[in-house]
């Protein structure tokens, strides 16, 4: 019951702040995952401390410290959105509780942007120290009496970890960059429209051509609009149709071909081998054609006609036309 909860979160002390301050965070705006980065913040801010601008103060900088902290993804929009893909495994609230669905007025969202904004640009909030946790104060949850609650603003418990990890030291993790679109933020978020574009291709409805088995050494010919790229395996690739995207907007016909970096074996721009893509991008407006593939060796994806094989290779040489792709 929230009462009961009330009643035994008071029950519990604080522990002094002490002397440690959260390090200051900057995001250059000019960077390529700022505008996500930003709305990834203010969503947090604005669905988690609702207009206070003392509650959204807090909420970033518990946003930033885990972002730090060798426990928690090392983006703004990989800790705000961790485990929102699953129904109870998100770590805010209202990344999977569908929340996002109402659409805050103009000015809300306005003054949470300015606030992300003034913590990506340097601001800290002393008064929650090195927090990365909160809950709500009619509420209980039960890790709550595994660290240690250091502050209160508005209705929110803070809290660190205990020991060496809840110290100023342990929050060295460097910033990955790898600010990713984030499908449930679009209807807000302009800055992560790009990610509806590619829905049909992540969700398996490309198509798969008809067999045709390459030679295991063909070597592949650059054409107009080719582009070659050194990528990392791992993960389920989804940034990867999402840069294919983004090369290939606005040219007619286009091609995004990748091989992992970390294998000598697996060709590379120099030596293109067919055999050896591990990504492969087709755009072609003239003919209707849009397809995304993977080598499922490396990416882990949900569907087998997602991934690269001897019966869909034909599209790595695809020249516009169905009748010439080889």
């Known amino acids: 019951m929230p009462r009961d909860a009330l009643f035994q979160n008071r029950a519990i002390p604080f522990v002094p702040l002490g002397t440690d301050r959260p390090k200051a965070f900057y995001l250059d ?74 659409r ?28 990365t946790h909160y809950h709500t104060d009619w509420v209980l949850p039960y890790w709550s009496s595994e660290l240690d609650k250091i502050a209160q603003v508005d209705t929110h418990l803070f809290f660190r970890w205990r020991g060496s990890w809840g110290r100023k030291p342990a929050f060295d993790a460097p910033y990955s960059s790898a600010e990713i679109y984030q499908h449930k933020l679009s209807s807000i978020s302009e800055a992560h429209h790009e990610i509806e574009e590619a829905s049909a291709l992540l969700t398996g409805t490309t198509e798969n051509s008809a067999e045709t088995d390459l030679s295991n050494s063909a070597i592949l010919t650059q054409q107009e609009g080719d582009h070659f790229i050194l990528i990392d395996g791992g993960g389920d690739g989804t940034r990867l149709a999402i840069q294919g995207l983004k090369e290939c907007r606005g040219q007619t016909s286009c091609k995004v071909v990748g091989w992992d970096r970390h294998s000598t074996t697996y060709g590379s721009p120099t030596k293109p081998i067919i055999r050896t893509v591990a990504f492969l991008y087709v755009s072609d407006k003239r003919a209707g054609v849009e397809v995304v593939l993977w080598d499922c060796t490396r990416f882990n994806r949900p569907s087998d006609n997602q991934c690269l094989s001897k019966q869909n290779r034909r599209w790595i040489t695809f020249k516009g036309d169905f009748s010439r792709a080889s």
């Open 104 to 131: 805050p007025t103009p000015a809300k969202w306005r003054r949470a942007q300015a606030t992300a904004a003034s913590f990506l640009a340097g601001e800290i909030d002393p008064t929650v120290g090195m927090a």
């Open 29 to 102: 705006k000019a960077s390529e995952g700022y505008a996500r980065a930003l709305d990834c913040l203010a969503s947090a801010l604005l669905f988690e401390a609702g207009d206070s601008r003392t509650g959204q103060a807090a909420v970033a900088q518990v946003v930033l410290n885990r972002l730090r902290h060798p426990a928690f993804p090392h983006s703004v929009c990989g800790v705000v959105y961790q485990g929102s893909e699953r129904a109870s495994g998100c770590q805010f609230t209202f990344t999977c509780d569908g929340a996002l669905t109402r």
